[in-house]
């Protein structure tokens, strides 16, 4: 099992930079591929990005691709998403997320862990 949780979120204007970063515990976090998603007022959960478990291929949701850049430091254990040129449409929380295999995250949207979530605000 994988315990996650996220820490970063807050508020910000439109254009700025928002970094978070989620720690993984548990069991041989380094084997899991980690990723995001995000949850707006209203909208289902949406995948915004993943990195497999080395560090080699990271995958991008088409809303974010170009500004969002998804890291692992497996030494730490955490996995960090760099947001930039954020837009009012950001605003979501923003979910922490790890499964064994890429496609629970990317294709079928269901992976096995989640974080809590933390908050992301964009005003604009």
């Known amino acids: 099992q994988v315990h996650l949780v996220e820490s970063g979120g807050g508020l910000v204007q439109a254009g700025g930079s928002l970094n978070l970063t989620c720690e993984a515990s548990?069991?041989?976090?380094?084997?899991?591929?980690l990723g995001w998603f995000r949850q707006a007022p209203g909208k289902e959960r949406e995948y915004v990005s993943a990195?497999?478990?080395?560090?080699?291929?990271?995958y991008y949701a088409d809303s974010v691709e170009g500004r969002f850049t998804i890291s692992r430091d497996n030494a730490k254990n955490t996995v960090t998403l760099q947001m930039n040129s954020l837009k009012p449409e950001d605003t979501a929380v923003y979910y922490c997320?790890?499964?064994?295999?890429?496609?629970?995250?990317?294709?079928?949207?269901?992976?096995?862990?989640w974080g809590q979530g933390t908050q992301v605000t964009v005003s604009s």
């Open positions: 548990g069991r041989n976090p380094t084997n899991y591929v």
């Open positions: 990195i497999t478990w080395s560090g080699g291929y990271s």
């Open positions: 997320v790890a499964d064994e295999a890429i496609v629970m995250i990317v294709k079928v949207a269901q992976p096995t862990y």
